[in-house]
C-alpha cells in the first residue's frame, strides 16, 4: 500500500487543503477538506487534487470558477448581440420571415421558429447568417417529406 502523502496546506487551483477528511472513495483514495478563495468548504479525492496539477484537469475550486467563466462567456456573447448593427432593437424583427432578434436569449441571439402540420422548430443563433442557413435547411427538409424536419440542429 502507498504511504500517505499529507496534503494539508498545499494549494490546488484556488483551493486550499485545510485537514484530512474521515471519508475514502469507493477506490479508497482519500478525501480532503478544502476551502475555496470564495470561502465555501468542500471535501475532493486526492486523485481530483494532484489530478489538477499533472494535466490541468481535476479540482480547481468549489465550483464558483466554472460559473464565473460560464458567466463571463455570456456576458460576452451578449454584448456580441447588442452591439451587432444588423439587429433591429425596436420591433425585434429582423425583416427574414420566422427569424426573430432575441437579445434576452444571452449567447444566442437570433430566433428560428417555423410551425407546419404541428410540428415545431425552434431555436437560437448567435448570427444571422446562421439562423438563415438553419431555417432554410428545416423548410428544405420539410419540402423533400423527411418526417424529422424539426429535429434540433
Excluded: H
Excluded at 496546506?9 to 483514495?29: A, H, M, P, W, Y
Excluded at 458567466?71 to 433591429?88: F, H, I, V
Amino acid at each position: 500500500m502507498p504511504k500517505l502523502v499529507d496534503l494539508t496546506g498545499q494549494r490546488f487551483g484556488r483551493l486550499t487543503v485545510i485537514e484530512r477528511s474521515g471519508k475514502v472513495t469507493k477506490d479508497r483514495n482519500t478525501r480532503w477538506k478544502c476551502i475555496c478563495d470564495c470561502g465555501k468548504e468542500t471535501i475532493v479525492a486526492r486523485n481530483n487534487l494532484t489530478r489538477s496539477n499533472l494535466k490541468g484537469r481535476g479540482a480547481k475550486s468549489c465550483g464558483c470558477l466554472k460559473k464565473e467563466l460560464f458567466e463571463s462567456r455570456r456576458r460576452k456573447m451578449l454584448e456580441k448581440c447588442l452591439n451587432n448593427p444588423e439587429a433591429k432593437k425596436n420591433n425585434l424583427s429582423t425583416g427574414i420571415k420566422n427569424i426573430s432578434y432575441q437579445p434576452s436569449q444571452g449567447s444566442a441571439c437570433y430566433s428560428v421558429r417555423i410551425v407546419r402540420k404541428n410540428n415545431k422548430y425552434s431555436q437560437y443563433f448567435p448570427t444571422l447568417k446562421e439562423a438563415e442557413r438553419a431555417k432554410e435547411y428545416v423548410l428544405s427538409r420539410y419540402k423533400k417529406g423527411i418526417s424529422n424536419w424539426n429535429a434540433k440542429l
